[in-house]
């Protein structure tokens, strides 16, 4: 892989610690995606308790995080994030850079090489942990089970399952299985938007955060940086994500410490997948968070405070 290059970090809408840097990283297959990284400064840094190594879900984009590594470097933690392909400022499949796609969930696996050979080159602190958010959860499960060497793992609102409602299910699977051949698969899936979905819904009624605060610095990093926009996902992503999350159901949970968290208000992915996930995960532990959605490291402060302090307490076992 080619060696990293400086990429641009939006400082201004991140909002995280000022030690921040960006990079362009080169995957096996060709694309161009970009990493982003904070590091513990102060007190913190002379005695850094390790690393996380961050997932995140569809849409999603490194300055989403910037509060979470304010977080996560004074209590002694780097973290390293990326703009999966398709999203962020990473290349991108389609000529209409607004609709979320990608051809199968096993080209992700090729960012995350990307990402890990990245973090060894840049020598960040050990032990090493992974948070998966999202669909960021199913990419990182898939890691784990083909052997990915992290210390514990842990996953909020991770995407095992796809959410559809009961009466769209037909048309999801016809999709799905005919898409193809009828020449949709580039089309936008049905009930989605072209746009963001902090661009076109209101805070109320919601289905990501409990947080006026957040979602508004949500809306403002969308008002700021319209290169990150992301909207629906496509019918082969629809497609691609549904035979990973079966996928993965048939497999065994990994022989390692995973603390899961879901919000009780949960809306975005499938929640069975999960319970079930967890009831059989060797050493996990599924944390149901009261008055949270799906943004879990995006809720109001006291919510957000216990969910970190029970990251970090996981972590500290686990070393």
């Known amino acids: 892989m080619a060696p990293a290059s400086p990429a641009p970090y939006f400082a201004d809408i991140a909002q995280g610690p000022a030690e921040a840097q960006a990079h362009w990283l080169t995957t096996g297959d060709g694309l161009r995606i970009r990493a982003g990284h904070w590091r513990p400064v102060g007190p913190a840094a002379g005695a850094a308790e390790g690393t996380l190594l961050l997932c995140p879900g569809r849409t999603e984009y490194i300055e989403k995080y910037g509060p979470f590594a304010a ?13 999966w392909r398709g ?4 290349d991108r499949a389609l000529s209409d850079r607004r609709l979320g796609h990608v051809g199968h969930f096993d080209e992700f696996q090729q960012d995350m090489a990307a990402l890990l050979a990245h973090a060894a080159a840049l020598d960040l602190p050990r032990p090493w942990h992974l948070l998966g958010h999202s669909m960021g959860g199913a990419i990182g499960l898939r890691a784990l089970m083909d052997g990915l060497d992290v210390a514990s793992c842990i996953f909020t609102a991770p995407m095992w399952g796809i959410r559809i409602p009961v009466a769209l299910r ?6 799905t299985r005919f898409g193809r051949h009828m020449g949709l698969n ?3 899936v049905p009930t989605t938007t072209i ?7 209101p805070f109320a009624g919601n289905t990501l955060t409990n947080d006026p605060q957040m979602y508004a610095f949500l809306q403002m990093q969308m008002e700021r940086q319209p290169d990150l926009v992301l ?14 999350c079966a996928a993965l159901a048939q497999a065994p949970s990994p022989d390692l410490p995973c603390l899961t968290f879901l919000g009780d208000s949960e809306q975005i992915v499938a929640t069975g ?5 967890m009831a059989r995960w060797p050493g996990g532990r599924l944390e149901l ?3 949270a959605q799906h943004e879990i490291l995006m809720e109001r402060p006291a919510v957000r405070t216990r969910v970190l302090d029970q990251i970090v307490a996981h972590m500290r076992a686990a070393r």
Do not use: F, K, S
């Open 231 to 244: 909207g629906g996902p496509t019918v082969q992503w629809l497609g691609a994500a549904m035979l990973e």
């Open 87 to 90: 999203q962020g400022l990473a």
């Open 289 to 291: 968070v009261a008055e």
């Open 273 to 277: 997948p999960i319970h079930e996930r």
């Open 186 to 188: 580039h089309r936008l």
């Open 195 to 201: 746009e963001q979905y902090v661009q076109v819904t």
């Open 170 to 175: 037909p048309l999801a699977y016809a999709l």
């Open 71 to 83: 977080d996560m470097t004074a209590r002694g933690y780097a973290v390293l994030a990326v703009d």
